[in-house]
């Protein structure tokens, strides 16, 4: 059976998005504010190594 190539449409370039440490944004203890919209939220690195993020 002979192989036929598939025609591939040029995808259009992807964006990465900004990338952060959490323990950058805490600098280095396990809670960091981050603001948006004039409201803040609470970052918080659990001792599981989780994170969470509260209103």
Do not use: C, W
Request: aromatic letters at 8%; glycine letters at 8%.
């Amino acid at each position: 059976m002979p192989f036929h190539s598939v025609n591939e449409r040029p995808h259009p370039p992807v964006q990465q998005a900004p990338t952060y440490d959490a323990s950058d944004l805490t600098k280095g203890g396990g809670l960091a504010q981050i603001i948006y919209e004039d409201k803040i939220y609470v970052l918080r690195i659990t001792r599981a190594g989780k994170l969470i993020l509260t209103k």
